[in-house]
């Protein structure tokens, strides 16, 4: 048995007028309670010291660098690290970082129970868009914002254990567990801001978020034999409502525990690293069962290729096997 007890802590809504220092006073509120209850591990959102500001268009992009950390721990964030360290638990959080050569990330680091930070990790799939969208009911402005994260998927032994970090869209692409998977990680770190409105209204609602969050999450714990932790930062920010659904899914891909409010909300759950053993032995023995010579497309090529149109008489025996073999994007030589 390696046990980890983990506290995913939800947090409620960080309103643009909330100070830093506020919103680090809820995370030690939050902190405390975890370890109360036994957490080695306190799990926090992306961006949790600020409000979602990726939803407000600045013309200059340099005015949004108030939403970011130069470093960390800093003057706002030290209580957090001191309390983690007196109640001797690991912690992670997401940030915006902004680098010493002015570079900008959206990021989550893993502080270990002496204060150490044992991992970083920046945020690789944006989604939205760089320029103001005047026909889109709300902004979702990250790739204004921020770079697609340099650092890959890396995944740290500590705890006993091997883990790994996502942020928010990350978790709805399976080459992000996979990739975590392929280092035998045992337990994915998620934090996430979900908006509940689309760009166009009427798409889909917070359910259908909620539907497409655990769809997400519980199968990239499931095909990699993973824990996984996803937390929110949910509810009403600045006019603007951010989906609940904080979860802890075990490597069979069963949720374990889900919060049931979008304030700060703590869940604790006793998680044994070892339970991930039986499904990277078995259906998940990667070594075993996976055939790499026919997964190139998946990091040769960024989009999708349809097949071309089949000539009136041919057929597909009428290719050859590499044509086949290569897939498509080989037919059109791209
Ligand atoms: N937020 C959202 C997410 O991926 C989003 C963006 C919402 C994409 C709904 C698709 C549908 O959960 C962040 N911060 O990535």
Redesign the pocket.
């Known amino acids: 048995m390696r046990k980890v007890v983990v506290g995913a802590a939800q947090m409620g809504p960080n309103q643009k007028t909330d100070t830093r220092e506020a919103i680090v006073t809820r995370m030690v509120a939050l902190l405390d309670q975890a370890t109360d209850g036994g957490a080695d591990l306190v799990v926090y959102p ?2 949790a010291l600020t409000t ?1 500001f ?1 939803r407000w268009y600045h013309e200059d992009r340099a005015a949004a660098d108030g939403w970011f950390e130069t470093e960390v721990p800093n003057a706002a964030t030290q209580p957090l690290f001191d309390r983690g360290k007196e109640r001797n638990v690991a912690i992670s959080f997401g940030y915006a970082e902004k680098t010493p050569e002015g570079r900008h990330f ?1 990021t989550s680091i893993l502080v270990d129970k002496d204060g150490t930070i044992v991992g970083k990790y920046r ?1 690789v ?4 868009h760089v320029e103001y969208e005047p026909e889109s009911s709300h902004q ?1 402005l ?1 790739k204004r914002y921020f770079e697609p994260g340099d650092i890959g998927f890396p995944a740290w032994r500590t705890m006993g254990g091997i883990f790994g970090m996502a ?6 692409w399976p080459e992000t567990y996979r990739v975590l998977g392929l280092q035998a990680v045992e337990m994915v770190l998620i934090g ?4 509940s409105q ?1 760009q166009r209204p009427g798409t ?1 609602g917070a359910d259908k ?1 909620l539907f ?2 655990r769809l997400s999450v519980q199968a990239g714990a499931y095909q990699n034999s993973t824990w996984a932790v996803a937390v929110a930062k949910a509810g009403v920010e600045d006019g603007h409502h951010l989906i609940g659904g904080t979860l802890i899914v075990n490597p069979h891909g069963e949720i374990v525990a889900e919060a049931k409010t979008e304030r700060d909300e703590l869940l604790i759950h006793e998680c044994d690293l070892d339970e991930t053993a039986f499904g990277k032995a078995t259906i998940f023995d990667f070594g075993r069962h996976r055939r790499v010579e026919h997964y190139g497309l998946i990091a040769s090529q960024g989009p999708a290729i349809p097949p071309p149109e089949a000539a009136e008489s041919e057929s597909v025996l009428d290719r050859s096997f590499d044509e086949l073999k290569h897939g498509y994007s080989h037919t059109l030589g791209v």
Not at 125 to 128: D, K, R, T, V, Y
Not at 167 to 172: L, S, V
Not at 192 to 195: A, E, F, L, M
């Open positions: 992306e961006l979602f990726p959206n945020k799939h944006l989604p939205g979702r990250e942020i928010c869209n990350d978790r709805r996430y801001n979900t908006p689309n889909e978020r497409h969050h």
